[in-house]
């Protein structure tokens, strides 16, 4: 009976672990806070879109679990405007047009657009992407050494958004850097590189801005 126990709690890890790692993994590549919608087939003339999902610079995010799905995926990606310069906008996806709605949603039928929703490209997912679970995101105009450093240098874009002096926008800790980067901690009571609380610290801030701008 016991070694049944095992057989079976054996199964159910390896059950567990498989449906995990079948999930798309989207990772930001960029130094900027982009806004993900994900697209799948659910049936031969329907593909289902759902969105939107934050992910900050330098982080991965697994937005929907497709684990038992077998046909396409798709993605799009673009700035999130609220915390993008204009000149910086960036979007990523060209290739199939699909349905999708300004605010969170999910649409059974993303081919076929109804009253209030409109089309975006997105991009097909490939055979040997979905199989790695992994989609990276790049801009062509910007690209960093490590995940670190595009970590970095997303804060320090949007410290420059606030108004910090942070000098060049290059993913490395200068001076300027961390004097701002000490400042926003302080006053949100944030103690080292936690980049998970300083992003949502510094959308906040941005947010506050425009809203008294207006």
């Known amino acids: 009976m016991r070694k049944l126990l095992i057989v079976i709690g054996a199964f159910f890890c390896l059950a567990v672990t498989e449906r995990v790692d079948a999930r798309i993994e989207v990772c930001n590549q960029t130094d900027l ?14 593909t289902a879109t759902e969105g939107w999902w934050r992910i ?17 995926y798709f993605v799009h990606a673009e700035s999130n405007p609220r915390s993008t310069m204009p000149e910086d906008a960036f979007s990523w996806g060209e290739e199939k047009p699909l349905c999708v709605k300004l605010s969170d949603f999910r649409i059974p039928n ?25 989609v990276d995101i790049f801009n062509a105009k910007r690209s ?4 670190f450093r595009t970590q970095v240098a997303g804060v320090q874009r949007m410290l420059s958004i606030i ?8 993913g490395v800790i200068g001076q300027k850097t961390a004097s701002a980067l000490n400042e926003v901690g302080i006053k949100n009571g944030i103690f080292g590189l936690d980049f998970a609380k300083i992003f949502p610290a510094l959308e906040k801030v941005i947010a506050e801005q425009q809203k008294l701008g207006n």
């Open 33 to 46: 806070v982009l806004m993900v919608v994900v697209g799948y087939d659910t049936a031969k003339d329907r």
């Open 56 to 72: 900050y610079p330098g982080m991965c995010e697994a937005p929907v679990d497709l684990a038992f799905l077998k046909g396409n």
């Open 110 to 134: 993303g081919n076929q657009c109804r009253e209030g929703e409109l089309a975006i490209s997105f991009n097909q997912v490939d055979n040997n992407r979905r199989n790695s679970k992994k």
């Open 144 to 147: 960093y050494e490590n995940q």
């Open 163 to 170: 108004g910090y002096d942070v000098g060049d926008i290059d």
